[in-house]
């Protein structure tokens, strides 16, 4: 290897030293992450102490990330690398519903829950009850398929913020379609929340002058044999920040309204007081290839 080598000459040595690589996969990914990674360097041209910066921020990005946090994820998020991601993968299956960011707080197990059952039950506000079908392509229902759930409380919060006050599990639930594939939950209606601000990715945003909010959402991951695993949000309709959300993440699609049902009766039956809101998102899985 030459010892005086310019910009060029040492990118190309760096790509050469992979050239061998046994994985055919992993040689491509690291010959495009070494060009694309080392003319950004040339593009840029970092200080010394620039450089020290950088890796700096990385390295406390990795210290900040916990069992129940995970701020390379939160970075990823807000750098919108996240959403390129799961827009590009979603571009095989257009027929499912759309996918979205799986978000930094899908860090605990989510309870097994009943359908019908209140996911939030140590949480006060707005009640709600949420209801559709997990269904495949050609509209045919998918009984028995797995609906992971989780939400923000109605200020902002998850159960792994607070901890002593929320217990573990709370605004979380683990979900069976029932045999027509049909699913219903009760809740509160979630706030519109602010993503951590206090490690790395805040003194990010701050630097940025970027806001840190996210729109009012509830996650669903959806499983069952035989389809391609799905990652989705159901968003608030009129939720603030619904059109600049701080992780890109909001899809037209994906967006319900959440209409005010003032009928005593209905609210008897599901066990809610009334008046309550009610969310219809109905989930369409692909097939496996």
């Not at 003319?39 to 700096?56: G, K, L, R, T, Y």
């Not at 059952?117 to 269904?135: A, H, K, L």
């Amino acid at each position: 290897m030459a010892t005086n080598v310019d910009a060029d000459t040492l990118t190309s040595e760096v790509l050469q030293s992979f050239s061998t690589t046994p994985d055919e996969r992993l040689k491509q990914i690291l010959g495009s992450l070494t060009a694309h990674l080392h003319a950004f360097v040339q593009d840029i041209a970092p200080s010394i102490q620039e450089w020290e910066q950088a890796i700096d921020f990385l390295t406390r990005t990795g210290k900040t990330c916990t069992d129940v946090r995970q701020e390379f994820i939160l970075l990823s998020d807000v750098l919108g690398v996240s959403m390129l991601v799961e827009t590009i993968n979603g571009q095989e299956t257009p027929e499912a519903t759309d996918s979205t960011v799986l978000g930094p707080f899908h860090m605990v197990e989510s309870p097994a829950r009943e359908l019908g059952d209140d996911v939030s039950p140590e949480s006060e506000g707005p009640r709600c009850v949420v209801s559709g079908r997990i269904i495949s392509i050609d509209g045919t229902p998918i009984p028995d398929a797995k609906i992971d759930i989780w939400q923000a409380d109605t200020k902002g919060f998850y159960d792994v913020q607070q901890p002593g006050i929320q217990s573990v599990g709370n605004g979380r639930a683990l979900l069976r379609s029932d045999p027509e594939g049909r699913f219903h939950f009760r809740s509160v209606v979630p706030m519109y929340y602010p993503i951590p601000t206090d490690g790395p990715v805040g003194e990010l945003l701050r630097a940025t002058d970027r806001h840190p909010y996210r729109p009012a959402h509830i996650h669903f991951l959806v499983t069952a044999p035989g389809y391609r695993e799905l990652t989705t949000h159901i968003f608030i309709g009129g939720s603030d920040y619904i059109d600049s959300d701080a992780v890109f993440a909001v899809k037209g699609s994906l967006v319900k309204d959440f209409t005010e049902n003032p009928d005593p009766e209905d609210a008897a039956r599901h066990g809610i007081p009334s008046p309550f809101r009610h969310g219809r998102f109905d989930i369409v899985l692909h097939p496996e290839f």
